[in-house]
């Protein structure tokens, strides 16, 4: 049903307002008049005219009133097919029908009550339909949620449980917002079906998993399955010389030039592009992007104002935003959750990067999180990936690329938790979750809904993109998840590591943030509405982070310690293959290595030697500390063994009394995990040089003279020992500068796999040793990685 209205005549031709599409000629106007997209939108605005007829405008209702109550009311007057209640208030309503006339009965009756109130019933407004709500996307635009304006909300309500409410009302994607981004797909699948008949544009991601904010960007995947089918099919045709289309430039003419059964990437990748720059209305700003793991289409739309990407056939990404949705619909506590951390994650720098890639958190990553957090809570609210596939019915049964992807369609098939806990605790539980959680140690597993310790990953890690679609499943075994400081199994996927693009800093500073906020959490600012007008609850936890500002306040990092992470990816192959087979002993064993090796930078590559132990006797080192530590100068393993003979480093512990490893100096693998304490180390050494100073023009000037390929600072022990040499040798008559002891020590399983060294200076009369600890700062974790892989 096309009008007149739509068409305006132009001084260049002629106008569509229903499309937004100019025509230079009557010709062309008749072709667009009758083409796919413009009856389309007409039929599509014949359908929303019909449910503007069929819906009344209903309020005068009390604040709390449900859909099910009102629902329950309006039955009376015929069948009620959808109730939408404006989201701020809950003052309003929209209650469609099924049929028109049941709108008459409704408005034919003069007085409505419901809950002794008197309802005001009107009919719905009807609006011009339009492509793109333009209005919405500017207001969008010229609105973006402003912090005060969230925290002045925030601070009205009753509990830190209201307040997450709000988050998600103040956030969530407007009823408008969705319905654009609807036409858009619709209008796409319209256009690309032309010249790929059968092709399927489906949403994924924010827009559709229930979690999507206003201006979060349109996720689409182009799925060619059923256009390959219609492909081979004409081509069996046009061999039987069945078919033959009349012009020869039919629709389909671009499948005559592209096979997509064999067509690359790249080449899918350019007709996308094309078909988007020159075919659809709106579209601008196309660029395509062939990274090796996921080539995509980026493109944004100038009346919905939002930006967009394209991918091809990436099945896996619907299904696992079928996932989300799912879980989101399994407990009504998961979505306020998600947009409260996801908003928590965007002001601390930690999520969100609204351009993709780079070293944080992705939305989906973060999602993934909240999860299995709630997959880990007592009793349990959300059930592990394997539960569910036990729960769906045969028909639901889903494997793609060879991963079994097979959970129950809707909620209903699942039974609901037992878990009562309120929202304010669940999120202070969750950073209690995380702030304890050895991210490099172990893998979050969704599947099993536990986490996995890491040594199980160890000897699959694999540096390779993942195998190429299509590719079978054996080929895929071959293959393991990249792991990094933070490894996140993607449900489905059991080859991908979801923040195998984190970085080291990224973790650190997720573990600070989750530790800060569960310290928060603890005060009663949080917990409790101020009456004096003061922020609270959330809104002290979403303070913008300000940048270096926790690490000053951190009084840990002013001290004297160094922290080497255990890193699983640049280990050593045969050390993975140890530490494989190893359990849980797997921290010492590393940690007995990594000792080994940083043994070797003091002693070996920054030429310290093994200093006196202040305070000469046993006794006084047992008074005085407490501890039982003990010299432990030692020597990497085939070098020569100097000094270190202070009486009291020759102690043994009575563990490791027979040690074979035992020299006739006191010399013992103190650090062997038999022993008694094998996650703790101590050594003192003495520096008579300025080892740190000038180092890297000296190392410059020795690379210049000598065949030595170069290497990054730290990257090269036979290098950086040279450097070394030469400093010392410009000194004529060195001085014990500094003395030092350093205390060794693993951590892990409940927080970070990590060994943290502390440096106690112990002689340092010229004060020399800042210097030196902070060259040592950046210098020892990159040296003893380097040394460590040597060691095998
Ligand atoms: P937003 O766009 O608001 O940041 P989102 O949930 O859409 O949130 P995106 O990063 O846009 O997150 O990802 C869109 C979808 O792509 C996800 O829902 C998921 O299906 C898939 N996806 C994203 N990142 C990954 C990943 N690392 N591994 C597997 N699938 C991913
Ligand atoms: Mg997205």
């Known amino acids: 049903m096309e009008t ?58 009390k604040p709390a009133t449900s859909r099910t109550e009102l629902s329950e009311y309006f039955e009376q007057f015929g069948p009620v097919s959808e109730i939408i209640v404006d989201k701020d208030k809950g003052k309003y309503a929209i209650i469609e029908f099924s049929e028109a006339k049941s709108t008459q009965a409704v408005l034919a009756q003069l ?34 949620i402003s912090l005060e304006k969230l925290n002045y909300d925030l601070c009205q309500t009753a509990s830190v449980n209201e307040q997450m409410q709000k988050v998600v009302e103040s956030f969530q994607l407007s009823e408008s917002d969705r319905n654009g981004r609807e036409l858009l797909v619709e209008l796409m699948e319209e256009v690309f079906t032309e010249f790929l008949p059968d092709c399927q544009i489906i949403p994924f991601g924010s827009s559709v998993n229930t979690f999507g904010v206003q201006s979060c960007d349109l996720d689409l995947v182009l799925d060619l399955e059923h256009t390959k089918a219609f492909q081979s099919q004409a081509m069996k045709s046009e061999q039987t010389g069945e078919n033959q289309s009349e012009d020869g430039q039919s629709e389909d003419s671009i499948l005559s030039e592209l096979d997509l059964a064999t067509a690359t990437p790249a080449e899918l990748l350019d007709l996308v592009t094309a078909i988007l720059r020159k075919c659809v209305p709106g579209v601008h700003r196309v660029q395509s992007l062939r990274t090796v793991r996921l080539p995509v289409v980026k493109f944004s739309h100038r009346d919905l104002k939002l930006q967009g990407d394209i991918t091809i056939n990436n099945r896996l990404a619907v299904r696992n935003t079928r996932f989300l949705q799912l879980c989101s ?42 999860i299995f957090y709630l997959q880990n809570v007592n009793p349990p609210i959300l059930p592990t990936v394997e539960q569910l596939k036990d729960m769906a019915c045969e028909e639901e049964e889903c494997v793609i690329d060879g991963w079994d992807c097979t959970f129950p369609s809707q909620p209903l098939g699942v039974p609901p938790s037992k878990n009562t806990e309120d929202l304010c605790t669940l999120l202070h539980g969750f950073f209690t979750f995380y702030s304890k959680f050895d991210f490099p140690g172990s893998v979050v597993s969704l599947r099993e809904g536990r986490a996995l310790p890491i040594t199980d990953f160890l000897c699959k890690d694999e540096e390779k993109p993942d195998p190429p679609e299509g590719s079978d499943s054996k080929q895929k075994q071959a293959a393991g998840p990249k792991l990094g400081p933070v490894n996140i199994l993607d449900p489905f996927n059991l080859h991908h590591n979801v923040a195998g693009n984190l970085s080291e800093r990224t973790h650190r500073h997720l573990h600070r943030e989750c ?133 009291g480093g020759k102690r043994r512990l009575p563990a490791e009394e027979g040690s074979s490893s035992t020299s006739s100096q006191g010399k013992r693998r103190r650090l062997d995990p038999s022993a008694g304490r ?110 460590l892989a040597k060691l095998e």
């Open 515 to 647: 530790c800060e906020a569960e310290k928060y959490c603890r005060s009663l600012q949080y917990q409790r509405k101020s009456a004096k007008g003061k922020s609270w609850g959330l809104v002290r936890l979403f303070a913008p982070r300000v940048e270096g500002g926790t690490r000053s306040q951190d009084g840990t990092e002013r001290s004297l310690q160094i922290s080497i992470p255990f890193r699983a990816s640049v280990l050593p192959e045969s050390l993975r293959k140890k530490l494989s087979s190893s359990g849980n002993a797997f921290r010492v064993i590393w940690f007995g290595k990594l000792c080994t090796a940083i043994e070797a930078l003091f002693k070996d590559v920054l030429k310290c030697s093994p200093a006196e132990k202040p305070g000469s006797t046993l006794e006084q080192t047992q008074a005085g500390g407490g501890e039982e530590e003990v010299n432990n100068n030692d020597s990497l393993e085939g070098s020569s063994q100097q000094g270190a003979t202070h009486p």
């Open 111 to 144: 007085e409505h009550r419901m809950q002794g109130l008197k309802l005001r019933v009107k009919p719905r407004e009807k609006k011009e339909f339009r492509l793109a709500s333009k209005t919405s996307a500017a207001d969008a635009q010229k609105n973006p």
């Open 678 to 787: 094998p996650e703790k180390a101590c050594w003192f050494w003495a520096q008579r040089h300025m080892v740190w100073a000038g180092r890297r023009k000296v190392r410059r000037d020795l690379l210049k003279t000598s065949d030595e390929a170069s290497a990054p600072e730290g990257g090269c022990s036979s290098i950086e020992s040279r450097v070394t040499q030469c400093i010392i040798e410009k000194v004529a008559d060195p001085k014990d500068l500094v003395e030092f002891r350093v205390d060794a020590e693993v951590l892990g399983g409940g927080e970070s796999t990590k060994a943290v060294l502390k440096f106690t200076p112990t002689n340092d009369l010229a004060g020399y040793f800042q210097d030196f600890f902070h060259f040592l700062e950046s210098f020892l974790p990159k040296m003893v990685e380097t040394l």
């Open 4 to 61: 007149n209205e739509d068409i305006k005549t132009t001084p260049r031709g002629f106008y569509c307002r229903l499309c937004s599409v100019h025509t230079p000629n009557q010709v062309s106007l008749e072709a667009h008049v009758k083409g796919k997209r413009h009856q389309h939108l007409c039929r599509l605005r014949t359908k929303r005219s019909a449910q503007v007829e069929s819906s009344i405008f209903v309020s005068g209702f």
């Open 329 to 370: 619909g399994l407990d009504s506590r998961v979505r306020p959750l998600v947009y409260t951390l996801r908003f928590w994650a965007k002001q601390k720098h930690l999520a969100g990067n609204p351009f993709g890639g780079g070293p944080l958190l992705n939305n989906y990553a973060l999602t993934l999180l909240v």
